[in-house]
């Protein structure tokens, strides 16, 4: 069985900034893809930034230059660094991983963590 255990949301100030962890545990063979997505109140879950094994990086549009995902591969984790928050980026932020382990090949997704950006 794998799990996806996220940390770091909270409370930020607009222009502040957080860092999300998410650390993948279980009999992993191998992980192909990480990723955050977010979903707020009366909206769609959606991606917010992935990385892959090799280290590619897709982001949505509405964070690119102020999020940045970073991973690391013996730890089996992913990151989201968070800079110049803005109240638009309030969500439950989810960690989503495509794992290679002892049960095959799925989709695995953390538990969510609340990032509020509020004055």
């Known amino acids: 069985q794998v799990q996806l255990v996220e940390s770091g949301g909270g409370l930020v100030q607009p222009g502040g900034s957080l860092r999300l962890s998410c650390a993948a545990s279980?009999?992993?063979?191998?992980?192909?893809?990480m990723g955050w997505y977010r979903q707020a109140p009366g909206k769609q879950r959606e991606m917010v930034a992935v990385i892959t094994n090799l280290g590619r990086r897709n982001y949505i549009a509405s964070v690119k230059g102020r999020f940045t995902i970073s991973s690391d591969n013996a730890k089996n984790t992913v990151y989201l660094q968070m800079n110049s928050l803005k109240p638009e980026d309030t969500a439950v932020y989810y960690c989503?991983?495509?794992?290679?382990?002892?049960?095959?090949?799925?989709?695995?997704w953390g538990q969510g963590t609340q990032v509020t950006v509020s004055a």
């Open positions: 279980g009999t992993i063979f191998s992980i192909a893809t």
């Open positions: 989503n991983a495509d794992v290679t382990s002892s049960g095959g090949r799925r989709n695995y």
